[in-house]
């Protein structure tokens, strides 16, 4: 499952598969294969749906339905996680194996990539043998013709008795003879299951793979596949590794920074100028002070600074990240940082789930199913918060540009926040290898079991389909979200800010009760309260934290995002309680959405619970000795 | 001369052929699943910026392998230049 709207928050957690039928003689076609050929690309192909796609192995783990027509007929379409046999090794392929295996797909399209085709056929085999109704779709034609790549798909599909389609699903190159192809399994004959026989060892799968092989795949440049060495020589090579690395975390950050600064500001001044007019219009309307203060001031305030704070860098984010993952880069990030991952004796698939969690924490801890291991699965599971999601980009952007960047401007001050930015991701990973280590060490002891990790040939992503894809889809529902978690805070915050126990409102009572121990931690009690109220979603900490200052009463005006520094110098900060911020963001609960995900992964209220509390009060210490130490030095 | 050497001793660029595993089964049965089986032509490719994991070349497809596992993985070889 990779980041998508309906992977991301709360989507992540999936439901179990309920084949949705429309009418009683539609067909269930279920799309399996090995990791990372294109099934989810074929099944976008065909069913118009936009399952996310990105290549590297592992991304779909769990099934995904949709339903097509085609003249005439209706096909229930299951994706399928990517699988290597159908001796189920880690969760994901069970789900694979099992709905394989359960005869209720009525067709199963076996999808291959042309380019390793031979491996490809010893799973083909393996399902040939569980059903006949196969079509074995030979996917990414275009990039073999490219790697002079030459494949006889007749003579195969006379030496496998099935249909065997050549497509090259990306440009919708032969979707079409799919359909066709699977009518023609369909209505042929319904010989589903194949009687019992002997288990074969994977060498007799191989060896026959072989056979069928000889003489349909020829290889006109043998050499082509070096030329992927080339790249890895320099992504994956001793010294340019690590700093390409975080070059290329700096550019994708100083883009977003850059490219978020402007639409921020526009935002801003879009909506207070509407707030205004909404609150003209109120008293126009003669609607009562209190419900109007309640709505223009409380809730639609708070939506307003998440809208314009929050939105922009997260949309410019999410975009970039997508075409690294559809370049094939992440998977070499993997095999580059697995020896860490080793000497914490957990697995270097870990890498891949906390790169799904620069999107969407939740979603990375979905994603932890490809992990073999329930040891080392746990293990990515509990420290996949260490790595800030998108949600909490934006706060770190925010206390970067205006107590970190100082008084460079322009390019300097973006390339300046960059690397700040970075240098805070570095820590976030070198947290999450120290966590690591320390849970290997205590409750979740063991040594690291194996790694086997597939590096797919790099890719060009298509980088207008990326986008326009992924600023619809995601800004869309990361709006939907923010508004529907702000909303109700800000009316909140407008009440505690409000009702008053004797002389003090509540919200001074709550933050004064709170201050001394944030104080400890170089914060005051306001912030720690929108940690708090934040829980729902990481993207209103900043804005409730605002609308609780304004509503103290010691600024009101404001007229452009400058005045966001003023705000919070006018109520005490410094740059230490800004750094302190920033550290507690990296590191405190996970959102509502992720816990739930985690709940839902582990099966167990204690494991979320050490989720929640570990990172917590790993963020507590620091935030603790950062603030003390800073402290002692500034007297 | 062919010789039997462990996976983990081919250089980048070397070749060889799969002979057996001492691994424990769960984890030879996914290697094998990955194509790796009893008579299959490796190459190594490159080696990650630590040394390990290794990126090995089998059947048209790039594997990366920890040393953990691939000294356990015996292979044929012809016989090495001994003066390297």
Known sequence: ?635 | MIEQVSLNTLKPGEKGRICGFSLAEDITRRLQDMGLVRGVNVECAYRSPFGDPTAYLVKGAVIAIRSKESKKITIYCEEKEKWD
Request: glycine share 8%; proline share 4%; net charge neutral.
């Open chain 1, 1 to 635: 499952m990779g980041l998508s709207k309906d992977s991301v928050g709360i989507h992540a957690i999936d439901e179990e598969l309920v084949i949705k039928k429309k009418k009683e003689n539609d067909i269930i076609v279920a799309l399996a294969g090995n990791p990372n050929v294109g099934k989810s690309t074929v099944f976008n192909a065909m069913t118009g749906l936009r399952q996310h796609t990105g290549n590297w192995p592992g991304k779909t783990v769990a099934s995904a339905q949709g339903y097509c027509a085609y003249d005439g007929k209706g096909y229930v379409m299951v994706d399928v996680p990517g699988c290597y046999s159908l001796m189920a090794h880690s969760a994901e392929e069970e789900v694979a194996r099992d709905f394989i295996c359960s005869k209720i797909p009525d067709v199963v399209v076996a999808v291959c990539d042309a380019g390793c085709l031979e491996r490809n056929l010893n799973l083909v085999l393996q399902i040939l043998e569980k059903t006949k109704n196969v079509v074995v779709c030979v996917n990414l034609m275009d990039e073999a013709a490219k790697r002079k790549i030459d494949i006889d798909l007749a003579e195969l599909e006379k030496r496998l008795e099935v249909p065997v389609i050549g497509t090259a699903a990306r440009s919708n190159v032969g979707i079409n003879d799919i359909y066709m192809a699977i009518n023609n399994v369909y209505t042929k004959e319904r010989e589903m299951t194949v009687s019992e026989q002997e288990v074969h060892t994977p060498e007799y799968y191989v060896k026959r793979a072989e056979e069928l092989c000889r003489g349909v795949i020829r290889f006109a440049d043998a050499e082509y596949a070096k030329k992927d060495y080339k790249k890895d020589r320099i992504f994956t090579g001793k010294y340019t590794a690590f700093p390409i690395m975080f070059l290329l975390l700096m550019g994708v950050f100083w883009l977003t920074i850059t490219g978020a600064n402007y639409p921020s500001e526009l935002l801003h001044t879009g909506l207070f100028k509407v707030e205004e007019r909404l609150f003209q219009f109120c008293i126009w309307a003669g609607v009562p002070s209190v419900i109007r203060e309640v709505f223009v001031h409380g809730m639609y305030r708070v939506v307003a600074w998440v809208v314009s704070v929050m939105l922009p860098p997260m949309a410019i984010f999410f975009p970039l990240f997508t075409l690294l993952e559809d370049s094939g880069y992440l998977p070499r990030a993997a095999f580059n940082l697995d020896k860490c991952f080793e000497k914490c004796h957990a697995c270097g698939k870990q890498a891949l789930t906390m790169c799904m969690g620069f999107g969407c924490n939740a979603a990375g801890i979905a994603g932890c199913r490809i992990i073999n291991s329930p040891r080392e699965r746990l293990i990515a599971v509990i420290t996949n918060n260490f790595v800030p999601c998108n949600g909490r980009f934006p706060t770190l952007i925010v206390m970067i540009t205006m107590f970190f960047v100082g008084s460079a401007t322009g390019a300097e001050a973006s390339l300046l926040g960059a690397a700040f930015l970075s240098s805070i991701i570095v820590l976030g990973v070198l947290m999450t290898f120290l966590v690591s280590r320390l849970l290997s060490l205590t409750i979740l002891k063991g040594i690291p079991s194996s790694f086997a990790l597939e590096l797919p040939p790099y890719r060009r992503p298509q980088i207008g389909k990326v986008i326009v894809r992924s600023i619809f889809d995601r800004t869309i529902f990361v709006l939907g979200r923010a508004v529907v978690a702000a909303a109700p805070a800000g009316i909140i915050i407008w009440i505690f800010a409000n009702i008053k126990i004797g002389d003090v409102a509540v919200l001074s009572y709550l933050s004064d009760f709170l201050d001394p121990f944030a104080t400890l931690l170089g914060m005051d009690g306001v912030i720690l309260l929108a940690f708090i109220l934040g829980l729902p979603a990481n993207e209103i900490v900043v804005p409730v934290m605002l609308m609780a200052y304004l509503a103290k009463g010691s600024l009101v005006e404001i007229n452009d995002i400058g005045a966001l520094k003023e705000i919070l110098t006018a109520n005490g900060w410094t740059w230490i309680t800004a750094a302190c911020t920033m550290l507690f963001s990296l590191m405190h609960w996970p959102c509502a959405t992720t816990l739930l995900t985690i709940k839902k992964e582990t099966g167990s209220w204690k494991w979320t619970f050490a989720a929640f509390a570990i990172p917590t009060v790993a963020g507590i210490l620091i935030c603790f000795v950062t603030a003390q130490t800073a402290g002692l030095l500034m007297k």
